[in-house]
């Protein structure tokens, strides 16, 4: 069985350092965890590609209740490479 993964907890989320098929529950306790945290303002990193990582990172964003609004993070933030998720405080 493999340890978890200890990963800072400081509003970015760089998705290159994890396997695809975790991203769909990494996004949300990251969300969660940020939140907690007082952390309203969530960088995610899935970088540019395809597009694959992007829509699925906006579509799980799109369906958390702690998320207020996200977009794609602008040209001084990496472009397209990024989604800022802005989230709701407790």
Do not use: N
Request: glycine share 8%; hydrophobic share 40%; charged share 30%.
């Amino acid at each position: 069985m493999e340890e978890p993964i200890e990963y800072p907890i400081d509003g970015v989320l760089d998705l290159h350092a994890f396997h695809p098929r975790d991203v769909k529950s990494l996004v949300p306790e990251y969300v969660r965890a940020c939140r907690e945290r007082g952390i309203l303002r969530v960088r995610i990193v899935h970088g540019k590609g395809k597009g694959v990582l992007r829509r699925t990172v906006q579509s799980i964003l799109e369906r958390l209740p702690e998320v207020e609004s996200y977009r794609l993070a602008g040209e001084d933030t990496s472009s397209w490479g990024a989604t800022i998720a802005f989230l709701k405080p407790l």
